[in-house]
């Protein structure tokens, strides 16, 4: 049988300390490293895209790209640029160093070697066909939320790993296992004080939520839990499932697909 294509989002909340500059939480990498080992051993193919946490939302707000159109350039801007997108490597590095541990075969493909046209992936990209060629080959291609060059008026724009999600979804061909992982059990709201996990949401019910949950004003450079619920709502045109579920558990992929979880938000069609 052809074993799935597992596209799964490392959310920075998860692998990083949000509220620490550069703080990569290596615990919580190698937990994730060691069950992506046992699956591309039972011969998943896998596609990682992780995100940026403390290695990019804080420099992002620092230096002006605060989620809105970055159109008044300054000179800080540049040094913003440079800044966020090394500063976003290392975190790349972090995880390809620790995948490295556990002989991982891993391929990063960073999005920032491509320009964006009017802020956006242009379809036709060979950033694509790579991701297609290192499966082919039995690597697992990892790329993450970064900066980029854009040709349209804002001259930069940072592209977040949902966003890359939803266009890997939309290009690679094959069956797909599409995961978010993050900090939290699910998609949860506070009923009487009290948090209660939605653990079925339809891709429709999406859009209800996001008006009634969220002020118009909510902003995070890419979005936050309401950029993510876009994201989500968006993949439901391309697959029938996308599961919402909590690294910092220990096996959460694992028991995810053995359906072996209690806590977590699937949403479906
Ligand atoms: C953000 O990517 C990229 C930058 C801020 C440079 P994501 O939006 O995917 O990151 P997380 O998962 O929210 O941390």
């Known amino acids: 049988m052809m074993k799935k294509l597992l596209i799964i989002k490392l959310g920075g909340a998860a692998i990083t300390d949000k509220k620490s500059l550069k703080t990569a939480k290596t615990d919580i990498i190698k937990k994730i490293a060691e ?13 990682i895209v992780h995100g940026a946490g403390s290695f990019g939302h804080i420099l992002a707000n620092e230096y002006g790209f605060n989620g809105e159109d970055n159109l008044n350039l300054n000179e800080n801007m540049g040094l913003g640029v440079s800044k966020i997108r090394n500063s976003v490597q290392k975190l790349n590095q972090i995880i390809l160093d ?6 991982i075969k891993s391929y990063s493909i960073p999005v920032s070697s491509n320009i964006l046209k009017m802020g956006k992936l242009d379809g036709k990209l060979e950033f694509f066909n790579l991701f297609n060629l290192a499966l082919e080959n039995n690597l697992i291609p990892i790329t ?8 349209g008026i804002e001259k930069f724009k940072i592209i977040s790993g949902d ?3 939803e266009e890997l979804v939309k290009k690679i061909d094959g069956e797909k296992y599409v ?3 993050s900090n939290v059990d699910g998609y949860y709201e506070y009923n009487d004080g009290e948090k209660n996990i939605i653990h079925k949401i339809k891709f429709s019910e999406i ?3 996001i008006k009634n949950k969220f002020d118009e004003d909510y902003i995070d450079v890419t979005g936050g839990i309401k950029g993510k619920l876009r994201s989500i709502s968006n993949l439901g045109k391309h697959v029938n499932q996308v599961d919402l579920i909590n690294l910092e558990k220990d096996n959460a992929i694992l028991d995810l697909i053995d359906e072996n979880i209690e806590l977590k938000t699937t949403f479906t069609k």
Do not use: P
Request: glycine residues 6%; aromatic residues 16%.
């Open 98 to 103: 620790i995948f490295d541990d556990y002989n």
């Open 35 to 47: 069950q992506i080992k046992i699956l591309h051993e039972q011969k998943y193919k896998i596609i």
């Open 144 to 151: 993450y939320g970064d900066i980029c060059l854009n040709d």
């Open 179 to 181: 995961i978010f992982g």
């Open 207 to 209: 859009d209800k939520i």
């Open 163 to 165: 966003y890359i999600m």
